[in-house]
């Protein structure tokens, strides 16, 4: 194995990832698969994680994933998920928390319910998935090989930007964080904790914009970089953070953004 391989090397690591069946959370579970990890992936629809599952093992990786049914929305639905984890591995080295809802409607008639409803998946979830799989991280962890933790964040965390998701931009801005409060409680335990922070990426979430090549082009007109994002810039940044080249990252929030978190309209004195 070359000096590059080793050091961004998941072969033989076990995963679960949440939401892995469209948009980012697949574009990870595929980064690891192919990279050589064996992940579970999972959400509320089960029959569509089973057939992912079956298409990134066609790929070839050296790999393999698993699909079934867990759904993060309820306590009982946080509980029945970890059993099935329990009773397919003893040891989890990475825990991608990705699965998330948003809620979009003007402030005048934005309800009260979204506020739990989106709080509840995107944060409440994340904390209690990843507090209930701590048996099974702790197993995985070591001072070579922490064991690692990715929560989805997202550039409307970092960034003052509602565009009528009121509760989704709040809750990202929750994530970041519990991301740093985590970091620093499981440090002792050898567990990193970090948070992806995407730009726009085409997902089922971001489907009423990204759709279609035009439509993404056009949103990537409003990027620094000037494009949206794609799968290998998901998969670059989860082999860097779950690989031994990220092993002393922790607490972090990482823009995958191509710039946005930096873009401001501010002028003082130039003109």
């Not at 066609?58 to 009982?76: I, K």
């Not at 499981?186 to 759709?211: K, L, Y």
Request: glycine share 10%; net charge neutral; charged share 20%.
């Amino acid at each position: 194995m070359s000096y590059l391989d080793k050091l961004f090397s998941v072969a033989g690591k076990t995963a679960l990832v949440t939401g892995a069946a469209t948009g980012i959370g697949r574009m990870a579970a595929t980064a690891l698969v192919r990279a050589g990890a064996t992940v579970m992936i999972a959400s509320r629809k089960g029959e569509d994680c089973i057939r992912v599952a079956g298409e990134l093992n066609a790929l070839g990786g050296a790999g393999r994933a698993e699909g079934f049914a867990g759904d993060v929305s309820s306590e009982a639905g946080i509980a029945a998920l970890v059993a099935e984890v329990k009773a397919r591995t003893e040891r989890l080295n990475i825990l991608v928390n990705n699965a998330g809802i948003s809620w979009g409607a003007p402030l005048e008639e934005f309800p009260y319910h979204a506020w739990a409803k989106v709080f509840g998946v995107n944060v409440t979830a994340v904390f209690h998935l990843t507090r209930e799989l701590l048996p099974l991280l702790d197993a995985a962890a070591s001072d070579e090989d922490p064991a690692r933790v990715i929560n989805l964040g997202s550039v409307m965390g970092t960034q003052p930007l509602a565009d009528d998701a009121y509760s989704y931009t709040a809750s990202k801005a929750a994530v970041h964080h519990l991301t740093r409060t985590l970091a620093i409680e499981f440090a002792a335990r050898r567990i990193t904790v970090n948070a992806f922070a995407p730009g726009p990426f085409q997902s089922r979430m971001t489907a009423f914009a990204t759709a279609t090549e035009e439509q993404a082009k056009h949103v990537g007109s409003h990027v620094p970089l000037g494009r949206i994002g794609v799968a290998d810039d998901i998969a670059g940044a989860t082999l860097y953070l779950c690989s031994r080249a990220g092993s002393y990252v922790t607490g972090a929030i990482l823009p995958i953004d191509g710039g946005q978190s930096v873009q401001h309209g501010m002028t003082l004195f130039k003109e």
